[in-house]
């Protein structure tokens, strides 16, 4: 399930908390925001409890009964893990089948030879924006994190510096260029031209990711110089393995699951017809799950049978791999938990109601509509979905041009200040080893720099669109 369907399900299946008026629950938001920053900061509580006190925090301050804040915070939970807890479990199980096998060195060998210096930077996010093109920003930070971290301790290089750039690839195409969900979603509610806002997106996403890349990293370097965190390093393979994988086998390993998204995207766009067998084929092979089981299985015969591994050891490097994974399953679980209070408390509902009377451009009014709504749920696709449904009705009588830009605008919008209650704030800062307070240094002032620069771009293209 990816998690576009994910919220739209837990958003049909569960009951709205409260009907606390505007006041109450903007207070209540800030309350738990509160909650959960306090205990984690001041207390040293662990986030998986800060994050389930905070969401009954919220219930409560918000007026719910204590019984339906808590279905809230469970069906979040549960909905976050089933979108992306079996991805990062196989994440990880293939991030271990290319550490032990020697095949992750080849990588990153390669790379450190090839690039160096001031140009592995632009080499990280480079690679970042391609694979992100067809992968959602979860899979991407999984197959990505056990490289840069690599590069990262090998090359003696800030984490910072190798990190941002390869997440500020990731955030990117998550927003701006579809297939992702989030777009997609917008270019129908406003009826977009899917492939002019293609064209539009990755022609605003170049010079957004080099500004938040490559060049915010020499900053946030500076703020933040910590080291790769040792626990989510894959070690490096044996020096007693007599031989490894190959670049070439272990990149194609590493790329199944990209060609067959990618493939999966771009027979959707030219079939377009669920009943089609090729595409029902496709949107098969094509889905996350599927991509990733498909290149762990690839694995097995790619990277660890030439290093010699037997079936005793493949089944011990599975259970290993799963281990360090447990407490990132139950944080990330934990921010979706919190996420889905906010949203059945009406946070959304009442931004979009607040927003109804304001008199502003249309691609501005998208882009702050999408911001708020970003900021009180921590969901990029609840915002964007939220605000192309309400901006949907702007679009009547503009250009081919000018739809693709409000889609932009929307997808920009949504990208604003990640925090607290984004399930991706804490899977970035758990696979860096970062405290609150540095994740939003690095993280949350990344996304926010992509937010207002690709926002700014997509005005500057309006007055010549």
Request: net charge neutral; hydrophobic share 55%; proline share 5%.
């Amino acid at each position: 399930m990816t998690r576009l369907n994910a919220e739209l399900l837990a958003a049909d299946t569960v009951e709205p908390i409260t009907s606390a008026g505007h006041a109450q629950l903007g207070i209540a938001v800030l309350a738990g925001i509160a909650v959960i920053v306090l205990l984690i900061t001041k207390f040293k509580l662990h986030a998986f409890l800060s994050l389930t006190i905070g969401s009954l925090a919220l219930g409560a301050f918000a007026g719910a009964p204590l019984d339906k804040a808590i279905a809230s915070f469970t069906t979040g939970l549960g909905t976050t893990v089933a979108g992306v807890g079996v991805l990062i479990a196989l994440g990880a199980i293939l991030g271990k089948m290319l550490a032990d096998s020697g095949g992750a060195d080849e990588i990153v060998d390669t790379i450190l030879a090839k690039a160096g210096g001031r140009s592995m930077p632009w080499a990280m996010v480079l690679i970042a924006s391609v694979i992100g093109l067809p992968l959602f920003f979860e899979v991407g930070v999984v197959l990505l994190i056990p490289v840069v971290l690599m590069v990262a301790k090998r090359g003696n290089y800030s984490l910072m510096r190798i990190g941002i750039p390869a997440l500020a690839g990731l955030s990117v195409m998550h927003g701006l260029v579809p297939p992702h969900p989030g777009p997609l979603v917008a270019i129908d509610a406003v009826k977009a031209n899917l492939g002019v806002t293609l064209a539009l997106g990755v022609l605003v996403a170049i010079p957004t990711v080099i500004i938040a890349g490559p060049l915010f990293s020499k900053v946030a370097a500076r703020w933040v110089d910590v080291p790769a965190p040792d626990r989510m390093i894959p070690q490096r393979a044996s020096e007693e393995l007599e031989k490894r994988p190959s670049f070439g086998a272990t990149l194609a390993t590493m790329l199944l699951p990209v060609v067959l998204m990618l493939s999966k995207a771009l027979v959707d766009i030219v079939i377009d017809d669920p009943e089609n067998t090729t595409q029902r084929v496709f949107d098969v092979i094509g889905s996350p799950l599927i991509a990733l089981l498909a290149s762990v299985l690839l694995g097995i015969f790619t990277l660890l049978r030439p290093a010699g591994f037997g079936k005793d050891r493949v089944s011990g490097l599975v259970e290993k791999g799963l281990a360090p994974i447990a407490g990132i399953l139950l944080i990330v679980g934990a921010g979706g938990g919190f996420k889905q209070t906010l949203i059945d408390s009406g946070v959304g509902q009442m931004i979009l109601e607040i927003s109804e009377d304001w008199s502003i451009p249309a691609l501005l009014l998208a882009w702050l509509i999408a911001v708020a709504i970003r900021l009180a749920t921590g969901s990029a696709t609840v915002a964007t979905i939220s605000a192309a449904g309400l901006v949907a009705p702007l679009a009547v009588g503009m250009s081919t041009g000018e739809t693709a830009l409000l889609v932009l605008a929307i997808g920009a919008g949504s990208l604003f200040f990640s925090h607290v209650n984004d399930a991706g704030f804490w899977l970035v800062k758990e696979y860096f080893g970062l405290d609150v307070g540095q994740t939003i240094k690095t993280w949350s002032v990344m996304e926010t720099i992509i937010s207002v620069v690709a926002g700014g771009f997509v005005l500057l293209l309006s007055l010549v669109i």
